[in-house]
Nanobody
Framework: QVQLVESGGGLVQAGGSLRLSCAASGSIFSINVMGWYRQAPGNQRDMVAHITSSHVTNYADSVKGRFTISRDNAKNTVYLQMNSLKPEDTAVYYC????????WGQGTQVTVSS
């Protein structure tokens, strides 16, 4: 099993910044992918960004140039730096871990006011 604990969500004004963190623990494989998804009310859960254990990244078009994903393999932690936030970024953000298995965090609310 892998446990994911997220932190860093909150309320911010448009144009502001937030940093999300997700710490993984348990039976972690050295080769894995971690990332962030988000889900707004009434919408499906969409990919925001992924990063492999070798630090290869992938972003949704809607966040490119504004969000940066990074990770610290020694701490089994992934980060999402979110800049220039927009009201449409408002959602519950979920941490995700995959090796041969998939795991999800409990989610953290990000609210961007206009």
């Amino acid at each position: 099993q892998v446990q994911l604990v997220e932190s860093g969500g909150g309320l911010v004004q448009a144009g502001g910044s937030l940093r999300l963190s997700c710490a993984a623990s348990g039976s972690i494989f050295s080769i894995n992918v971690m990332g962030w998804y988000r889900q707004a009310p009434g919408n499906q859960r969409d990919m925001v960004a992924h990063i492999t254990s070798s630090h290869v990244t992938n972003y949704a078009d809607s966040v490119k140039g504004r969000f940066t994903i990074s990770r610290d393999n020694a701490k089994n932690t992934v980060y999402l730096q979110m800049n220039s936030l927009k009201p449409e970024d408002t959602a519950v953000y979920y941490c995700w871990y995959r090796d041969a298995r998939n795991y999800w965090g409990q989610g953290t609310q990000v609210t961007v006011s206009s």
